[in-house]
């Protein structure tokens, strides 16, 4: 079990920045990626930035260059940065842990980004 408790959402104004944290407790020595994903209302979840146990990354398009994942140095939280925040980037947060054979996710935080 994995159990992630996600923090840093709230309201912005187009442009600004954020910074969304993500740490996991339980069987973290399972984890081998970490991500973040969004949902807006009667839209699907969709991957926002992956994070790969080698280190690897993967961002959706609508977010290279703006947004940029990492973990900290215990590995078992995991951080995205996002900047230059646009009105569209406005969702439901959510952070997900991959293990070999479950996944487990945050309860979602919201980042709002006003006009």
């Known amino acids: 079990q994995v159990q992630l408790v996600e923090s840093g959402g709230g309201l912005v104004q187009a442009g600004g920045s954020l910074r969304l944290s993500c740490t996991a407790s339980?069987?973290?020595?399972?984890?081998?990626?970490m991500g973040w994903y969004r949902q807006t209302p009667g839209k699907q979840r969709e991957l926002v930035a992956l994070?790969?146990?080698?280190?690897?990354?993967n961002y959706a398009d609508s977010v290279k260059g703006r947004f940029t994942i990492s973990r900290g140095n215990a590995k078992n939280t995991v951080y995205l940065q996002m900047n230059s925040l646009k009105p569209e980037d406005t969702a439901v947060y959510y952070c997900?842990?991959?293990?070999?054979?479950?996944?487990?996710w945050g309860q979602g935080t919201q980042v709002t980004v006003s006009s």
């Open positions: 997900n842990a991959a293990l070999v054979a479950n996944q487990y």
């Open positions: 994070i790969r146990s080698g280190g690897s990354t």
């Open positions: 339980g069987s973290i020595y399972s984890i081998v990626d």
